[in-house]
């Protein structure tokens, strides 16, 4: 997972200097829900880094586990430990290519659709997620929502507690994109 986020940040950061323009954050927002019999989860992280080569359309996002909070202090141990082994898999990431073309400079929100790889727990998987991407007086805003089914990514639910955590959780993300100097 490593080695292919850093690979294509360093691909869009050498494609900045000898092409364009580069977007960045470090300050992005992700946050998920899980609706279960039991008990609903959610947690909030707003520690995304990402970064957009308006050049290639080129997408590199990666999300610190760690960082997401929690309304318990509970909740947030048995994510990191139970689920995530977040000391083994400290981040998750997605690198991919905006499909659509985008005139980058001119205000406007465009519907795009992103064609990479999601990287979970360990597990990558060919993704296509869908969302927005508005160009504000030369900032990029971007939301996206999707799902993660746990099983795609070996995040396995002990059956003790398997009706309070969800198969399938909603991701939100949310990014204010800067150009980088």
């Known amino acids: 997972m490593k080695k292919s986020f850093y690979i294509t940040i360093f691909c869009l950061l050498c494609l900045q200097t000898a092409y364009g323009q580069l977007f960045s954050t470090s300050t992005g927002v992700a946050s998920f829900y899980s609706k279960a019999p039991l008990e609903d989860i959610e947690a909030t992280n707003k520690s995304v880094t990402a970064i957009i080569s308006t050049t290639t359309n080129q997408v590199a996002i990666k999300v610190p586990i760690r960082s997401f909070k929690f309304p318990n202090g509970l909740m947030e ?92 959780i909603q991701v939100k993300v949310h990014l204010d994109c800067l150009p980088k100097k």
């Open 77 to 168: 141990e048995h994510f990191n430990e139970n689920y995530m082994d977040s000391e083994k898999y400290p981040s998750a990431s997605f690198s991919g290519k905006i499909n659509e073309s985008i005139d980058y400079t001119k205000n406007g929100t465009y519907k795009v659709t992103v064609t990479g790889k999601l990287n979970v727990h360990g597990v990558e998987q060919d993704r296509t997620l869908t969302g927005t991407l508005q160009v504000v007086d030369n900032k990029l805003v971007i939301d996206a929502e999707f799902v993660i089914a746990l099983a795609d990514h070996k995040i396995d639910v002990p059956t003790a507690v398997f009706t309070k955590i969800a198969e399938k």
